[in-house]
């Protein structure tokens, strides 16, 4: 079971003067339920290398026991830091692949034409797909073999316009996950605020915020049972 991690390379929020990245529990509770279940991990990001941890994401509120787990994993650490370019990435290597969010894959991730054929060739593959809180908009301009966008009319979550008010970034990040998924014609759906909601459709399975990362990985971990 191989599963391939592609995270951010942008470091930056907007016009904000602050930094951004990748959300530190978004990964790391994937990466150790995917681990723990077997799996060998590849990590890649566009630039390769460390990829930027969004600095909010390392608060002390924001811990977790994944995130404190990995905060004390000198190997994971070490992974972390080399991640391969994600243009020497090939999906044929890979049986899955998940995305963790932050704000940082708005910007860069949304619009690599890398990632964009990698998760259409997964799909077209039968290979599934993932993505967490503000990744599912790396889905943004992935087609299916007739050219229609790939989330259309396919159930898929995101973090939701309430959630993006809630930390007042609305008019900083590049588009809003929830309002692309819906103009693209995706079932858009979500829970409550900051509470666990995964959805499942097929092959691509969406989670909401930084509390459905575990969901998601499950539920990747479940698809490749079957």
Not at 98 to 119: M, N, Q, R, T
Not at 162 to 190: C, H, I, R, W
């Amino acid at each position: 079971m191989n599963i391939l991690i592609v995270l951010t390379s942008h470091d930056t929020l907007g016009n904000t003067g602050r930094k951004t990245g990748f959300w530190l529990e978004e990964f790391a509770a994937p990466y150790y339920a995917f681990l723990d279940a077997g799996a060998k991990i590849t990590l890649a990001s566009p630039l390769g290398g460390q990829p930027p941890l969004d600095p909010k994401s390392d608060d002390p509120d924001a811990q977790t026991d994944d995130t404190r787990r990995f905060q004390k994993d000198a190997d994971a650490q070490r992974v972390l830091a080399s991640t391969r370019r994600l243009s020497d990435v090939q999906a044929s290597d890979y049986d899955a692949v998940f995305y963790p969010g932050g704000h940082g894959p708005l910007w860069d991730l949304a619009e690599d034409a890398k990632s964009v054929a990698l998760i259409e060739t997964m799909l077209a593959a039968g290979k599934p797909v993932s993505a967490v809180c503000h990744a599912p908009g790396v889905l943004r301009h992935a087609k299916t073999a007739d050219g229609k966008p790939l989330v259309q009319g396919r159930q898929v979550t995101g973090f939701s316009n309430a959630e993006e008010a809630a930390v007042q970034l609305t008019d900083v990040v590049p588009f809003l996950v929830e309002d692309e998924l819906k103009k693209l014609g995706g079932l858009y759906s979500s829970g409550p605020d900051w509470q666990s909601h995964v959805v499942s459709d097929g092959l691509l399975i969406t989670g909401q915020n930084p509390g459905s990362s575990v969901g998601v990985a499950k539920a990747l971990l479940e698809r490749l049972k079957d």
